[in-house]
């Protein structure tokens, strides 16, 4: 069973960088799928897609946070990772990582079917 | 930027009824990449039906997912007890993908 888990730190001041990474097991981040993606939910609001990565390295952002995001992949160790620059509060949200769903032999960079549990990430001083 | 928009709000229902939601686009959605995902407080979302109207893996047939263009409906054929969360719906058919704010299916 493919697993997904986030790490990183669970506060941020204001300004600084978020970053995040995504630890893939139960399979490879290279055999599963060509996509994995990054999602946020700020508390008790709906959700916000970031931006995807092909496993070739290609990156899918959301335009509005284009100019802040990187997204990149190291298959060594089966892990992605989300960096977002500059954050404020409104950057304050769950994030989630997930993998983009194949079928068919096709595989989607914007519908996901594994998720990780998710990480509370808060932007304060 | 494809705007969704789903509707009810709330549905208050009772265990064994059928539950329908919709969802609107702002303009038509590209192939019918058209997704339904159930999350539960404190959970990441499931994702239910892709494409529109296929099943995700492991997801029992009382979930049902129908409609193309701009008008997407899931149904939920008799709820179960399991069945009482938010369900969202997310389109990926052009860029940015972008989700509905979500309908809460509450005990009635």
């Known amino acids: 069973q493919l697993q997904l888990q986030e790490s990183g730190p669970g506060l941020v001041k204001p300004s600084e960088t978020l970053s995040l990474t995504c630890t893939v097991s139960g399979g490879s981040s290279s055999s599963s799928t060509n996509y994995w993606g990054w999602i946020r939910q700020p508390p008790g609001k709906g959700l916000e897609w970031i931006g995807s990565i092909h496993k070739s390295g290609s990156t899918y952002f959301n335009p509005s946070l284009k100019s802040r995001v990187t997204i990149s992949v190291d298959k060594s160790k089966n892990q992605f990772s989300l960096n977002l620059s500059s954050v404020t509060a409104a950057d304050t949200a769950v994030y989630y990582c997930?993998?983009?769903?194949?079928?068919?032999?096709?595989?989607?960079?914007?519908?996901?079917?594994?998720w990780g549990q998710g990480t509370l990430v808060t932007v304060s001083s | 930027e494809i705007v969704l928009t789903q509707s009810p709000g709330t549905l208050s229902l009772s265990p064994g009824e059928r539950a329908t939601l919709s969802c609107r686009a702002s303009q038509s959605v590209n192939s019918d990449y058209l997704g339904w995902y159930q999350q539960k407080p404190g959970q990441a979302p499931r994702l239910l039906i892709y494409g529109a109207s296929s099943r995700a893996t492991g997801i029992p047939d009382r979930f049902s997912g129908s409609g193309s263009g701009t008008d997407f409906t899931l149904t939920i054929s008799r709820l179960e007890p399991e069945d009482f969360a938010v369900y969202y719906c997310?389109?990926?058919?052009?860029?940015?993908?972008?989700f509905g704010q979500g309908t809460k299916v509450e005990i009635k």
């Open positions: 997310q389109q990926y058919g052009s860029s940015p993908w972008t």
């Open positions: 997930a993998r983009g769903a194949c079928s068919g032999g096709n595989c989607y960079s914007g519908v996901f079917d594994y």
